[in-house]
């Protein structure tokens, strides 16, 4: 089992930052593809950035590439999404996701566990 709990969402002006973490406990998190996604109110949940076990490899959604960087301290059993240039269709709440054995993926069916997710507004 791998627990996973995220802070560091709020309200923030549009073309402000925020810098999301998600912190895991339980089996060795170094094990495990990192994942965020989020589902804004009336939408399906969407990926945003995922990260392998060594942080050498990352993947984005097209809407938040260039905007968002997802990074990892594996020794503080810790991921990050660092948020910048944030619009108000960024509003929902995001979610980290871990899964061990699918790789980098953004399908949400192939992660094993969640967060109960934090939620970031953006007011315009």
């Known amino acids: 089992q791998v627990r996973l709990v995220e802070s560091g969402g709020g309200l923030v002006q549009a073309g402000g930052s925020l810098r999301l973490s998600c912190a895991a406990s339980?089996?060795?998190?170094?094990?495990?593809?990192m994942g965020w996604f989020r589902q804004a109110p009336g939408k399906e949940r969407e990926f945003v950035a995922a990260i392998n076990w060594s942080g050498g490899r990352t993947y984005y959604a097209d809407s938040v590439k260039g905007r968002f960087t997802i990074s990892r301290d594996n020794a503080r059993n810790t991921g990050y999404l660092q948020m910048s240039s944030l619009k108000p269709e960024d509003t929902a709440i995001y979610s980290c996701?871990?899964?061990?054995?699918?790789?980098?993926?953004?399908?949400?069916?192939?992660?094993?566990?969640w967060g109960q997710g934090t939620q970031v507004t953006v007011s315009s």
């Open positions: 339980g089996r060795t998190f170094s094990s495990y593809v």
């Open positions: 996701a871990a899964n061990r054995y699918w790789g980098v993926t953004g399908s949400p069916r192939e992660y094993d566990y």
